[in-house]
């Protein structure tokens, strides 16, 4: 059963609503492209890289900045986003990762009890109040349960990353 806060009588987790679209497009991802290709990404680098992907229908590439975290030996990245679906069954992308371009391989989790789980390792990994990192308000003080964020999560998708090692140069 989900959890209820007595306060505000909503759900222990939900997503958080995305800010307006046509900022992001317009102004922030330009500006974040900008930033991770310049001599200063060392500002936004620990958190954010630009992720290329080539569209399924159109085939045309995109860029687009992205948050990521390091999960073992690969990188994630949460998204609520629907560029993803271009990415669906695998596919390889390209990385701007602290100023250089690697090569991975990106295999989306679509189903909410592994997304559950990635999230759980997250929380556990950095903290309830970084939950907010990912898209997700949390309420309260304890962590969700499993259940409760397969509850909550509708449209968050995780992005495996497994990038590939540096060859010699």
């Known amino acids: ?20 679209q046509w900022l992001f497009h317009a102004v922030i991802n330009p500006l974040l492209s900008f930033l991770l290709r310049s001599p200063l990404h060392g500002l936004v680098s620990d958190a954010l890289m630009l ?39 695998g596919a390889r992308v390209s990385l701007l990762l602290r100023r250089e371009w690697r090569t991975a391989e990106a295999v989306p989790v679509e189903a909410p009890d592994s997304v559950a789980c990635y999230i759980l390792q997250f929380i556990d ?22 259940q409760e964020l397969i509850d909550g999560i509708d449209e968050t998708v995780v992005i495996d990353l497994t990038v590939e090692p540096q060859g010699d140069a």
């Open 1 to 20: 059963m989900l959890r209820m806060t007595t306060e505000t009588s909503r759900p222990a987790i939900r997503e958080r609503d995305p800010p307006a």
């Open 51 to 89: 992720i290329r992907f080539t569209g399924r229908r159109s085939g045309r590439e995109y860029t687009t900045p992205v948050g990521y975290h390091r999960f073992g030996d690969g990188l994630v990245v949460f998204t609520h986003s629907d560029w993803w679906r271009n990415l669906r069954g």
């Open 125 to 146: 990994e950095h903290g309830l109040d970084a939950a907010r990192r990912i898209g997700l308000e949390v309420v309260g003080d304890d962590p969700p349960s499993e």
